[in-house]
């Protein structure tokens, strides 16, 4: 695990006990389905109740941290950026929109069906994404136009925005 850059997962809580700790590594949790989980470190600051699904939550993975579940197992999304090398951020999109290009990302369908476009030099065909299904990009630059479909009602999608950090050692 510690040969990553940016990585994401969906993964499932179905006890309650210590969280993963991941060193030198920001976090961005949302619940998708179940209970929630109740997160707690009394050193960091941290007592949180992740029960609102598509409700992101940032901490800093270094911490241990106790987890207990609010009822019974509940299913997350999981980004995980290392950070001195990306930083990362993650937005819960509703309506029709036009994400800006950036070298990696990822769009995930949450619920509903979208239509999501490439934009610029590499304006593709219109990629239909229906729930559970997405696309991920890394190592060339992509913008996006995101639209839910008119019957889906409700549409939810997750973009997960990854960019660079910025070294220490930079002059400006």
């Known amino acids: 695990m510690e040969h990553f850059n940016w990585r994401v997962s969906v993964a499932t809580i179905a006890s ?22 109740h997160l707690r470190q009394a050193q ?15 901490f800093a993975g270094d911490v241990g941290m106790e987890c207990d ?21 993650l ?7 036009v994400l800006r290009s950036q070298s990696a990302g ?3 369908a949450v619920l509903g069906n979208w239509t ?10 219109p990629i239909a994404l229906a729930p559970e299904a997405g696309l ?15 019957s889906a009602g409700d549409g939810m999608l997750l973009h997960v925005l990854l960019k660079p950090a910025l070294s220490t050692d930079q002059s400006t």
Not at 24 to 35: E, W
Not at 69 to 87: A, P, Q, V
Not at 139 to 146: I, P, Q, R
């Open 16 to 37: 309650s006990g210590p969280f993963s700790r991941f060193i030198g590594v920001d976090r961005v949790i949302a619940l998708l389905s179940g209970d929630g989980v």
């Open 116 to 125: 999501v476009t490439s934009l610029g030099a590499a304006q593709g065909q």
């Open 91 to 97: 937005r819960v999109l509703r309506d029709s929109t």
């Open 106 to 108: 990822l769009l995930l």
């Open 69 to 89: 579940l609010l009822g019974g197992t509940s299913t997350d999304f999981n980004l995980m950026t290392r950070r001195n090398r990306w930083k990362g951020e």
């Open 136 to 150: 991920w990009w890394a190592d060339e630059d992509f913008g996006w136009s995101a639209a839910p479909k008119p």
């Open 44 to 58: 960091a600051g941290i007592d949180h109740c992740l029960q609102r699904p598509l409700q992101p939550f940032a």
